[in-house]
Antibody, heavy 123, light 110 residues
Framework: EVQLLESGGGVVKPGGSLRLSCAAS????????MIWVRQAPGKGLEWVSS????????YNADSVKGRFTISRDNAKNSLHLQMNSLRAEDTAVYYC????????????????WGQGTLVTVSS | QSVLTQPPSVSGAPGQRVTISCTGS?????????VHWYQQLPGTAPKLLIY???NRPSGVPDRFSGSKSGTSASLAITGLQAEDEADYYC??????????FGGGTKLTVL
């Protein structure tokens, strides 16, 4: 059974750092494209960062460029998001999600999501 | 401001039909990228509802259907049930190499 379990959220002061982790089971993370999506309190979904299975291609939303870094730990079968220079507007639940690997159409979708981890940036 | 535009809310009585629109532009839906829909029940993670504009994953009732035309897409729910009360999001891809979502639509079953 495919499962994703995020951890690492918490309360941090503006300008601080946090590292989120997403432990995967039921599949091998390095073989899949993966992404981070966030949801601010009472708001919609926002793509944050994505990494292709090759790890060669990494894409970040403009709102986090230069501050957030997505990575993979193949030995631990996990995905990470290093978040630096945090701002109040980064406060959100952060979800990791798997990109469906079999879709033959144009632009894929997210077939499995974790339960999310809450990041609160506040002084 | 979300890249894809959805109505903030829709409502309907049990048994009725509702539709949720998702409007994009020539750089995402209009560029030929497919549209996918997710359902988010209160306090839970989003769950895939429709993929590839019109396809339902196994386990999703056929009361849910999707369509796409030009720069827009729609989700239709027929035979509304109380358990359908949730937030619904459309998602596509953009020529800027970014994943794009709608702002979400809250469905209230009256």
């Amino acid at each position: 059974e495919v499962q994703l379990l995020e951890s690492g959220g918490g309360v941090v002061k503006p300008g601080g750092s946090l590292r989120l982790s997403c432990a995967a089971s039921g599949f091998i993370v390095k073989n899949y494209n993966m992404i981070w999506v966030r949801q601010a309190p009472g708001k919609g979904l926002e793509w944050v960062s994505s990494i292709r299975s090759s790890s060669t291609y990494i894409y970040n939303a403009d709102s986090v460029k230069g501050r957030f870094t997505i990575s993979r730990d193949n030995a631990k079968n996990s995905l990470h998001l290093q978040m630096n220079s945090l701002r109040a507007e980064d406060t959100a639940v952060y979800y990791c999600a798997r990109v469906d690997p079999h879709y033959s159409g144009s632009g894929s979708f997210l077939d499995y999501w974790g339960q999310g981890t809450l990041v609160t940036v506040s002084s | 401001q979300s890249v894809l535009t959805q109505p903030p809310s829709v409502s309907g009585a049990p048994g009725q039909r509702v539709t949720i629109s998702c409007t994009g532009s020539s750089s995402n839906i209009g560029a030929g990228y497919d549209v996918h829909w997710y359902q988010q029940l209160p306090g839970t993670a989003p769950k895939l509802l429709i993929y590839g504009n019109t396809n339902r994953p196994s386990g999703v009732p056929d009361r849910f259907s999707g369509s796409k035309s030009g720069t827009s897409a729609s989700l239709a729910i027929t035979g509304l049930q109380a358990e359908d009360e949730a937030d619904y999001y459309c998602q596509s891809y953009d020529t800027s190499l970014s994943w794009v979502f709608g702002g979400g639509t809250k469905l209230t079953v009256l």
